[in-house]
């Protein structure tokens, strides 16, 4: 079945550490998104790629940055964690050719915990 | 003003019956519109969408639109225990790629 993975599912670091938090698809689509969900603030995009030459920020893009590795691979970086960075953070992907109309689809989560 | 607002909940219904749970947007531009179910501590997972005014049926599920109220709703029919979960309303601009999440309904289906 075509997939959205994300690694490692759950991660425990200290405040400082560099952190990395990969995704991958097999769905074909070119566009990537990172997102962190808190718990009463819903959804909030960091990152997002619609090619891999192509990388923009969200609403909340300080702190984090990203690298688009290859079309189906999406990498979201904490350089130097702090503890409001603890959360459940998701990567999702869409299509292009069905867009506007096509929704976006969620990997598993990594929920990081910064100490 | 949220740009996308519901209800946190929690909604509790019975077995059986039917969970109605509605979703709000500010933005007269907005095109399409998303329901997401979210079990705790998991993934959303898309159920639904719908793009023009009236009623989009999908098994047990309904999607309702209205664009001059400016809502949308979820109709869950013969509500099951497994359909306890928070239901996420997303909304998107034709022009947009950004999807704009509310908050989520917190759905209890009592056995």
């Known amino acids: 079945d075509a997939d959205v993975t994300q690694t490692p599912r759950n991660r425990i670091t200290k405040t400082g550490k560099r952190i990395m938090l990969e995704c991958s698809q097999t769905k074909g689509h070119d566009r990537m998104y990172w997102y962190r969900q808190d718990p009463g603030l819903g959804l909030r995009l960091i990152y997002y790629?619609?090619?891999?030459?192509?990388?923009n920020k969200g609403e909340i893009s300080d702190g984090y940055s990203v690298s688009r590795q290859a079309q189906a691979k999406f990498s979201l970086s904490l350089e130097s964690a702090i503890p409001n960075q603890t959360a459940l953070y998701f990567c999702?992907?869409?299509?292009?050719?069905?867009?506007?109309?096509?929704?976006?689809?969620f990997g598993p989560g990594t929920r990081l915990t910064v100490l | 003003q949220k740009e996308v607002e519901q209800n946190s909940g929690p909604l509790s219904v019975p077995e059986g019956a039917i969970a109605s749970l509605n979703c709000t947007y500010s933005d007269r531009g907005s095109q399409s519109f998303f329901w997401y179910r979210q079990y705790s501590g998991k993934s959303p997972e898309l159920i639904m969408s719908?793009?023009?005014?009236g009623d989009k049926e999908d098994g047990r599920f309904t999607a309702q639109l209205n664009k001059a109220s400016q809502y949308v709703s979820l109709l869950i029919r013969d509500s099951q225990p497994s359909d306890s979960a928070t239901y996420l309303c997303a909304v998107k601009m034709d022009s947009s790629y950004k999807l704009i999440f509310g908050s989520g309904t917190r759905l209890l289906v009592r056995p």
């Open positions: 790629s619609f090619d891999v030459k192509d990388i």
């Open positions: 999702a992907t869409s299509d292009r050719d069905r867009a506007p109309q096509g929704g976006q689809f």
């Open positions: 719908i793009y023009s005014n």
